[in-house]
């Protein structure tokens, strides 16, 4: 299937910790990344992983694979008012080269 | 920043009109790919461009086409617009040494009516 799902919307405070979720459905997905977009922007690549890894750190970006239930999260720590914004994680297949986006999780940092 | 620019930023055009929507990759990037994003969604993949070739192509009909030039820039032409074709068409850019990695260009806003 071509499915990668998120849910729509995260409400955080500032200085928690954010966590978002994505699920996929292709098991040949070699690469899941994470995009935010600011409005009226592009996308920002902010970090990605290969399927054969479980985590990946990044200075206050956390990033958890879990292949065998095909799900992918993203942990902001010390979140902050600049982290609102619509994130995307998106996967890409063995067979070609095109990314497939989930429908983003929208965001909003409270002071 | 990623280098990646692409222009126009905005555009209206009427139905049935044609527009052609521009991408300078970034330096040293030969592979470009082009997206669609309708207001409340993710990005569609169009196609990509590697080495002036399409190199691979999503769900869209063949009123979207596409070009890369030796400078390995790229346009994307859409042929009898439709109201649906309003959206932010995204380009980007990745390199010969690190296919893995797509940076997006900031987009062009198309507006349809």
């Known amino acids: 299937g071509e499915d990668v799902e998120q849910s729509l919307f995260l409400s955080v405070r500032e200085g928690d910790s954010s966590v978002i979720n994505c699920t996929y459905t292709?098991?040949?997905?070699?690469?899941l990344y994470w995009y935010k977009q600011e409005p009226g922007a592009g996308l920002q690549l902010l970090t990605y992983?290969?399927?054969?890894?479980d985590m990946k750190q990044d200075q206050r970006l956390t990033v958890l694979l879990n292949k065998k239930d095909k799900h992918l999260s993203l942990r902001i720590a010390d979140t902050q008012t600049g982290d609102s914004a619509i994130y995307f994680c998106a996967d890409r297949r063995a067979a070609g080269n095109k990314l497939t986006f989930g429908g983003g999780t929208r965001v909003l940092v409270k002071p | 920043e990623t280098g990646v620019t692409q222009s126009p930023t905005h555009l209206i055009k009427t139905r049935g009109q044609q527009v052609t929507l521009r991408c300078s990759s970034q330096?040293?990037?030969?592979?470009v790919s082009w997206y669609q994003q309708a207001l409340g969604q993710g990005p569609q993949f169009i196609f990509q461009y590697y080495r002036e070739e399409e190199n691979g192509r999503g769900n869209f009909p063949p009123r979207f086409s596409g070009l890369q030039f030796p400078n390995y820039s790229s346009e994307l032409n859409v042929n009898a617009l439709e109201l649906d074709d309003s959206a932010l068409y995204l380009c980007?850019?990745?390199?010969?040494?690190?296919?893995?990695?797509?940076?997006f260009g900031p987009g062009t806003r198309l507006l349809v009516l």
């Open positions: 992983i290969f399927s054969n890894m």
């Open positions: 292709d098991s040949s997905s070699t690469y």
């Open positions: 330096s040293g990037h030969n592979t």
């Open positions: 980007a850019s990745s390199s010969p040494t690190s296919t893995e990695t797509q940076y």
